[in-house]
């Protein structure tokens, strides 16, 4: 079984600070993990990736997320936020050991940028 | 525009009447997945074919769920004898997956259906 924890239901941040959104995963092989972004009444849009290599992983809008295997964490940062990132963030993690791909997301973070 | 494209976005429904959606995935995509997202919450996967095999179903997948994909391109949700807990926005997602690479999955704007 695989799952995802996001301890926080909102994050607040005023526009031009650093924003960190909180992810933990458990899953029983490896861990692919994943952000998604999503907009009112919309999808949810890809921001970035950790399958192998580098623990820091870059991605889109300046988004970059940190991959700690001893914590399984894998938290969402920006250096500088801005108000046009305020929206539903998701973690998702699928097992990388399985063929499957069912991808588990976590219950959301609603980021909050104030100017 | 070439992403996923979900049609309808809203569908509005007396309960037990039957629906159908439909997704139109990425078109070099080999799989397709659903989801089912309610308000507040994260997606829960359905289900998810690689070409027109339905590969695996999740238990949400109730008797009154049935998705195809028949020529491995877009697919049908239909959901029969609707009940009030069917209200949520249903997602689909496509990704190309191969051995050389893992592709993220790349999700539609969904179909929003409401039970009256």
């Known amino acids: 079984a695989q799952s995802v924890a996001q301890p926080e239901d909102q994050v607040n941040v005023a526009e031009g600070n650093p924003l960190t959104v909180k992810c933990t995963y458990s899953v029983s092989g490896n861990p692919y993990l994943f952000w998604y972004v999503q907009y009112p009444n919309r999808g949810l849009q890809f921001l970035l990736k950790y399958i192998t290599g580098d623990n820091l992983v870059k991605g889109s809008y300046g988004f970059e997320a940190e991959f700690n295997k001893s914590q399984t964490s894998f938290h969402l940062k920006k250096p500088s936020a801005l108000v046009s990132d305020s929206a539903l963030y998701f973690c998702?993690?699928?097992?990388?050991?399985?063929?499957?791909?069912?991808?588990?997301f976590g219950g959301g973070t609603r980021l909050m940028v104030k100017p | 525009d070439t992403g996923v494209s979900q049609n309808p976005r809203h569908k509005i429904t007396k309960r037990g009447q039957n629906v159908t959606f439909r997704c139109d995935p990425i078109s070099e995509h080999n799989r397709l997945y659903w989801y089912r997202q309610t308000l507040g919450q994260g997606p829960e996967f359905l289900t998810y074919?690689?070409?027109?095999?339905?590969?695996?179903k999740s238990r949400l997948l109730s008797d009154r769920f049935s998705a195809e994909r028949p020529k491995g391109s877009f697919s049908t949700l239909e959901i029969q004898r609707t009940e009030q807990g069917d209200s949520a926005m249903y997602l689909c997602a496509s990704s190309s997956v191969n051995l050389v690479s893992n592709q993220p999955q790349h999700f539609g704007d969904g179909t929003r259906l409401s039970i009256l």
């Open positions: 074919f690689q070409n027109e095999a339905q590969l695996e």
């Open positions: 998702a993690v699928r097992d990388g050991s399985n063929a499957g791909n069912m991808l588990t």
